[in-house]
């Protein structure tokens, strides 16, 4: 997947945008506040009409304007796309080849695009909920079937929780089952995902870090995964889950630790070592991708080399060169500071590309 040319209007700081990308490495340079994470996220909106910062689309268009547009050409397995995005307070649509995209789950199956910057790294560490949705949206990518089980566990999930809500509790055996039913073929799919992820992520921290510890990512259900004890369980936590109002265990209540050294957990991480620890893990989910998928994914890397030393620097340039990815970093650094090869070095100043 590459993004060949890539145009805003009335997004964020740019009223009006329009570049081309090399197909290897992009680096866009520039101070802080120029627009370098602005054109990161509107390139991620583009693939997953997401964004990567925040939740609130009304934070999207340019300040005084109701609506923001991205348009990209997208070339994938060889053949251009032309994908284009309305943004406007009350949600988004999408158009994909010219045609109107009916449900948006269905055009964001079409592109992945794998980022890291300081916000996501914060968000990741300190929410649960972030990590689940980082790793359903990999999951939902890989495997369509997962796709199906997630939506109907969050229907499971959200007629189960109106029933306690209600105190409307006579129906709730026959929901438990479809909850766990929908929820164990998720659980297995994501113990699966992440045995497979732990095959990568070892050699690839290794590899950019130059430590001889070893990274790990563990996963950590809420339930078994085993229908009749799962069943069991939530027959025994019916009570509390009664007088909490919500459902207490479940997929929407697993989570995922990265592991240095088999033995420290995030908690234990200092700064440095989470930051080339996550970025271990999205570039894990890259081989993950080109494996399963024969797909290639566009990495975003913002703000990339804050916070890293030289030594680690250089090792993950020399990964990053190793790569067939797209590649877009955003510094703050002079060019020739960056030491990739290959690459087309853009300014931006003041949501100008120079």
Known sequence: ???????????????????????????????????????????FFLCHLDSFRT????????????????????EKEGLPHKARVEVARRGRRAWLDEVPVRRLSAYAANFHALVFNPDSLFSYRNYPGERRHVFDRLLSFLNPEYLESLRGFRAAHAQKNALLKQGLTDSL????????????????????????????????FGRISGK???????????????????????????????RAGHALHGPHRDDYELILGGERGEAFLSQGEYRISLLALKLAMNGVLRQQRRFRAVLILDDLYSELDRGVRERLNSHLEGLDNQVFITTTEPPDSVGLAD????????????
């Open 55 to 74: 939740h609130h689309l009304e934070q999207l268009p340019r300040h005084g304007q109701s609506q923001a547009f991205l348009q990209g050409t997208i």
């Open 212 to 242: 001889r510890e070893s990274l790990s990512l563990g996963y950590h259900p809420s339930l078994s995964g085993e229908p009749e004890a799962d069943l069991a369980t939530l027959e025994r936590a019916a009570g509390k889950e009664q």
């Open 173 to 204: 055996p026959e929901w438990n089952r479809l909850f766990v039913q929908r929820g164990c073929a998720m659980m297995k799919s994501r113990g699966e995902m992440v045995a497979t992820l732990n095959e990568f992520i070892p050699d690839v």
């Open 343 to 354: 690459m087309r070095i853009m300014e931006i100043r003041q949501g100008n590309i120079l």
């Open 1 to 43: 997947m590459v993004i060949k040319e890539f145009s805003a209007l009335n997004y964020r700081n740019f009223p009006e945008l329009a570049v081309g990308f090399s197909e290897g490495v992009n680096v866009i340079v520039g101070r802080n506040g120029q627009g370098k994470t602005n054109l990161a996220e509107g390139i």
